[in-house]
């Protein structure tokens, strides 16, 4: 393995991995249907969008972005593209 020429981003995951930061995923299949789903909702990105929001919605949706795995304008996406479909459910409380 030491012949690899690995770049920083690459030597900073080999590192992170040798370090056991990383967590198996519970329930892989469930989760990866689920991943799959948001891929191929977000693949056809054709039209943008600017919107205002108050910073704190802004950073609770990068947090949970990054909680899920998903850069946060994806996460963005999948939510109103959940609303418009109408599967977006209300969080109980």
Known sequence: MSDLKLDREELEILASY??????????????TGKYQAYAHAMSRKDHRINIRISEKDL??????????GIPYQTLIASILHKYVNGSLCEKPG
């Open 59 to 68: 950073m609770d949706l990068q947090e949970f972005a990054v909680h899920e």
């Open 18 to 31: 040798e370090n056991q930061e990383w967590q198996s995923v519970k329930e892989l299949k469930e989760n």
